[in-house]
C-alpha cells in the first residue's frame, strides 16, 4: 500500500514540473512571441516588396519610346534591391488569361486596385512622361494595393535630350520611388546635363563671333605678310593646288 502511494505521488510532482517546462519559439500566458516567431516576423519584414510596373504613358512622344523608359524604369527599380520585379510579358499574360479589359491607359484607383489584386502583387507603379519644347516632365507614382493609397508621387522636369533622360533622370525617379537618397554626383550630372543645352545668350554669341573674327582676320593678315616677304617660288601640288613655303622674317 506504501507503495504504490509513493508512486502516485511521484507521477503527480513530475507531471506538475513539465506543464510549467515551456518550448522555446511558443507564446507565452503573457502572448509575449518566442525566439522562432521574432525571427519569422524579421523575415517577413525585411523581404522585397513584389511591384507590378505599367507601360508609362506618352504624352509628345512614340509609344515605342515611352516602352523603353517604361523598360528601363523596371530596371532601376529591380537595382536599388528594394523591389522585386514582376516582368512585362508575365503581366501581360496574368491579364490576359483572367480577361482583364481597360479602354485606354489604367490610371485610376479602382482600375490600378483591381489590376493589383489579379497580378497578386503589394505595389503598382504608374505614370507618365511628357514632353513640351524641349522639357520633359517625368510623372510616376507608386500605389499600395492594399488600402489603394499613393505612397510616392515623384516628378521631374528636365530640358534637354531623350537620351539622359533614358540614362540618368529615370534612375533618380527609381531611387525616390524606393525611398532612397538620389546621390550628390547623379544630382550633379543632370544638372550639368540641362545647363549642356541651355542656348548661349546673344551677347554671348555676339561676342564668341566678333572673336572669331579678328582671329580669322588677324591669321589671314599674318600669311599675307608671309608670302609678300617670301622668297621661296610657289610649289605645285600633286592634288592640283598649290603649295607655299615662306619664311618669317
Given at each position: 500500500?506504501?507503495t504504490?502511494?509513493?508512486?502516485?505521488l511521484?507521477?503527480v510532482l513530475f507531471s506538475?514540473?513539465?506543464s510549467?517546462?515551456q518550448?522555446a519559439?511558443?507564446?507565452?500566458k503573457?502572448?509575449?512571441p518566442?525566439k522562432?516567431?521574432?525571427?519569422?516576423s524579421a523575415d517577413?519584414?525585411?523581404?522585397?516588396?513584389?511591384v507590378?510596373?505599367?507601360n508609362l504613358g506618352?504624352k509628345g512622344?512614340?509609344?515605342d519610346?515611352a516602352s523603353?523608359?517604361t523598360?528601363?524604369?523596371?530596371?532601376?527599380?529591380l537595382?536599388?534591391g528594394?523591389?522585386?520585379?514582376?516582368e512585362?510579358?508575365?503581366m501581360?499574360?496574368?491579364l490576359k488569361?483572367q480577361g482583364f479589359?481597360?479602354?485606354?491607359?489604367?490610371s485610376e484607383?479602382?482600375?490600378?486596385?483591381?489590376m493589383?489584386?489579379i497580378?497578386?502583387?503589394?505595389?503598382?507603379v504608374?505614370g507618365?512622361?511628357?514632353?513640351?519644347?524641349?522639357?520633359f516632365?517625368?510623372?510616376?507614382?507608386l500605389?499600395?494595393?492594399?488600402?489603394?493609397k499613393i505612397?510616392?508621387?515623384?516628378?521631374?522636369?528636365f530640358?534637354?535630350?531623350i537620351d539622359h533622360?533614358?540614362?540618368?533622370v529615370?534612375?533618380?525617379?527609381?531611387?525616390?520611388l524606393?525611398g532612397q537618397?538620389v546621390?550628390i554626383e547623379l544630382?550633379n550630372k543632370?544638372?550639368k546635363l540641362?545647363?549642356?543645352n541651355?542656348?548661349?545668350?546673344?551677347s554671348?554669341?555676339?561676342?564668341w563671333?566678333?572673336?572669331?573674327?579678328?582671329t580669322v582676320?588677324?591669321?589671314?593678315?599674318?600669311?599675307?605678310?608671309?608670302?609678300?616677304n617670301?622668297?621661296?617660288?610657289a610649289?605645285?601640288?600633286p592634288?592640283g593646288?598649290?603649295l607655299i613655303?615662306?619664311?618669317?622674317?
Amino acid at each position: 500500500m506504501l507503495t504504490r502511494l509513493t508512486l502516485l505521488l511521484s507521477l503527480v510532482l513530475f507531471s506538475a514540473e513539465f506543464s510549467f517546462d515551456q518550448p522555446a519559439g511558443k507564446k507565452s500566458k503573457s502572448g509575449t512571441p518566442g525566439k522562432t516567431e521574432k525571427l519569422a516576423s524579421a523575415d517577413i519584414s525585411s523581404r522585397p516588396i513584389s511591384v507590378g510596373v505599367t507601360n508609362l504613358g506618352g504624352k509628345g512622344i512614340s509609344e515605342d519610346v515611352a516602352s523603353t523608359l517604361t523598360d528601363a524604369l523596371r530596371a532601376e527599380l529591380l537595382e536599388t534591391g528594394r523591389f522585386a520585379i514582376m516582368e512585362r510579358e508575365q503581366m501581360n499574360e496574368i491579364l490576359k488569361e483572367q480577361g482583364f479589359q481597360q479602354s485606354g491607359a489604367c490610371s485610376e484607383e479602382g482600375c490600378l486596385v483591381e489590376m493589383g489584386q489579379i497580378l497578386g502583387v503589394d505595389h503598382l507603379v504608374t505614370g507618365s512622361v511628357g514632353l513640351v519644347g524641349q522639357t520633359f516632365s517625368i510623372n510616376v507614382r507608386l500605389v499600395d494595393m492594399a488600402t489603394g493609397k499613393i505612397l510616392k508621387n515623384i516628378k521631374e522636369y528636365f530640358k534637354g535630350k531623350i537620351d539622359h533622360v533614358l540614362t540618368t533622370v529615370i534612375k533618380s525617379v527609381a531611387l525616390q520611388l524606393a525611398g532612397q537618397e538620389v546621390p550628390i554626383e547623379l544630382k550633379n550630372k543632370i544638372t550639368k546635363l540641362e545647363e549642356s543645352n541651355r542656348p548661349r545668350s546673344r551677347s554671348t554669341k555676339y561676342l564668341w563671333t566678333g572673336l572669331a573674327g579678328i582671329t580669322v582676320g588677324t591669321a589671314a593678315g599674318l600669311v599675307y605678310l608671309n608670302i609678300q616677304n617670301s622668297e621661296s617660288p610657289a610649289i605645285n601640288s600633286p592634288t592640283g593646288g598649290v603649295l607655299i613655303e615662306w619664311a618669317i622674317e
